[in-house]
């Protein structure tokens, strides 16, 4: 076997970095969600449908990366298999939440209409969302082209780091579970944006 085509274990330099990438773009999307909640409880700007399935789909770009965390602790799959499928996961819900924060923003695009909710540094939460969908597209773009080099080995069980991140996303989505339960109900009529 040649060097070229050894695995890299968990102790090269490109493997770190991928695994520390995994952990800032979980943490990453779970920042963006304590902040779409700041905005809703600290500023009193309560999300429409189209916010809350933007954020639904903020939620399942990070389950991308939680999946190929997930599984590193030993799958049948190769590694190679398991990032690719993660990242998969995240284009398809970057594609999807990029779909629904355009038809918000083309809701409101009429010159003299004021947009919907208030604007964080001069862009309104839809407008943050397309570009974030983006933002989420070529990271995940690029961590596919380069995925050989990048997939993580196997380790035997998950470290601290990882399930602090788990831990933080998955009480992220129960908390969104919980406030849409409570503000919209259990069988909310889905309405147009205002």
Same mark, same amino acid.
């Given at each position: 076997m040649n060097i070229s085509e050894r695995e890299p274990t968990l102790d090269s330099l490109p493997v770190r970095l991928q695994w520390c990438l995994l952990h800032l773009y979980i943490l990453g999307i779970c920042g963006i969600l304590l902040a779409a909640f700041?905005?809703? !409880? #600290?500023? #009193?700007?309560?999300?429409?449908?189209?916010?809350?399935?933007?954020?639904?789909?903020? =939620?399942?770009?990070?389950?991308?990366?939680?999946? %190929? =965390?997930? $599984?590193?602790?030993?799958?049948?799959? *190769?590694?190679?298999?398991n990032l690719s499928r993660g990242f998969? =996961?995240?284009?398809?819900? *970057?594609?999807?939440?990029?779909? @629904?924060?355009?038809?918000? &923003?083309?809701?409101? &695009?009429?010159?003299?209409?004021?947009? !919907? #909710? %208030?604007? =964080?540094?001069?862009?309104?939460? $839809?407008?943050? *969302? !397309? &570009? %974030? !969908?983006?933002? @989420?597209?070529? %990271? *995940?773009?690029?961590?596919?082209l380069f995925s050989r080099s990048l997939a993580p080995t196997a380790k035997s069980q998950l470290g601290r780091y990882s399930k602090a991140t788990l831990a933080l996303l998955g009480s992220l989505i129960f908390a969104n579970v919980v406030v849409v339960f409570f503000t919209h109900g259990a069988f909310a009529p889905l309405v147009q944006t205002p």
């Open positions: 700041f905005v809703q !409880f #600290g500023l #009193g700007d309560a999300p429409c449908t189209l916010c809350l399935l933007q954020r639904c789909c903020m =939620i399942l770009a990070a389950l991308g990366p939680t999946w %190929i =965390i997930a $599984t590193a602790t030993g799958t049948s799959a *190769s590694p190679l298999e998969g =996961i995240s284009v398809i819900a *970057s594609v999807l939440g990029l779909t @629904i924060s355009a038809r918000q &923003i083309l809701m409101h &695009i009429a010159p003299g209409d004021p947009g !919907f #909710g %208030i604007p =964080i540094f001069g862009y309104h939460l $839809t407008t943050w *969302s !397309f &570009i %974030i !969908f983006w933002v @989420i597209l070529l %990271i *995940s773009g690029t961590t596919l």
